[in-house]
T-cell receptor, first 115, second 113 residues
Framework: NAGVTQTPKFQVLKTGQSMTLQCAQDMNHEYMSWYRQDPGMGLRLIHYSVGAGITDQGEVPNGYNVSRSTTEDFPLRLLSAAPSQTSVYFC??????????????FGDGTRLSIL | KQEVTQIPAALSVPEGENLVLNCSFTDSAIYNLQWFRQDPGKGLTSLLLIQSSQREQTSGRLNASLDKSSGRSTLYIAASQPGDSATYLCAVELWGGSEKLVFGKGTKLTVNP
């Protein structure tokens, strides 16, 4: 039972490079989301998806793209990396339509440094 | 805009002590409130979830309460152990089924042997 799997765990980029952070879940959860965690800021929502083919913006979407072609995968793309995007990125998933009683499941994070 | 505040930011206690972590939120229109644990360099582990219609939840030595009218939640840890050392995060899920979580900045707990 893998839960939510994020790859890579660590990455160093140069300013202007692009990359994709991968997120996969094996729990057949409809809802998936991406957060970034910065010191003194807490976790902030970047993008989220309520099902395959449906995505929407969160609190801090600028500089990031997402798509959801399958239920299992929800990749996050950095189009042109900037030092301000240095952060720890977490992917989360949850089953939907079952009321307010289900917690969200988080991956172990991707630690991204942009030089 | 929903804001979540956690006090204190850090707490250090001797082993065996009972302790309370506090969380407050500005808008009472929430779907639920969740407490998470985060160990250094790790992801978030869900500890307790309290639905908006509930007043408290318990799991082992942990008890979480919710008072929507006052915008407050507490996480009570009984008989603390060094293994409880971690950062504890409070998050509210916004009403309306959007499933968005708004997080506090966390309380870093250190339990000394």
């Amino acid at each position: 039972n893998a839960g939510v799997t994020q790859t890579p765990k660590f990455q160093v980029l140069k300013t202007g490079q692009s990359m994709t952070l991968q997120c996969a879940q094996d729990m057949n959860h409809e809802y998936m989301s991406w957060y970034r965690q910065d010191p003194g800021m807490g976790l902030r929502l970047i993008h989220y998806s309520v099902g395959a083919g449906i995505t929407d913006q969160g609190e801090v979407p600028n500089g990031y793209n997402v798509s959801r072609s399958t239920t299992e995968d929800f990749p996050l793309r950095l189009l042109s990396a900037a030092p301000s995007q240095t952060s720890v990125y977490f992917c989360a998933s949850r089953v939907t339509g079952t009321g307010a009683g289900q917690p969200q499941h988080f991956g172990d994070g991707t630690r991204l440094s942009i030089l | 805009k929903q804001e979540v505040t956690q006090i204190p930011a850090a707490l250090s206690v001797p082993e065996g002590e009972n302790l309370v972590l506090n969380c407050s939120f500005t808008d009472s229109a929430i779907y639920n409130l969740q407490w998470f644990r985060q160990d250094p360099g790790k992801g978030l582990t869900s500890l307790l979830l309290i639905q908006s219609s509930q007043r408290e939840q318990t799991s082992g030595r942990l008890n979480a309460s919710l008072d929507k009218s006052s915008g407050r939640s507490t996480l009570y840890i009984a008989a603390s152990q060094p293994g409880d050392s971690a950062t504890y995060l409070c998050a509210v899920e916004l009403w309306g089924g959007s499933e968005k979580l708004v997080f506090g900045k966390g309380t870093k707990l250190t339990v000394n042997p």
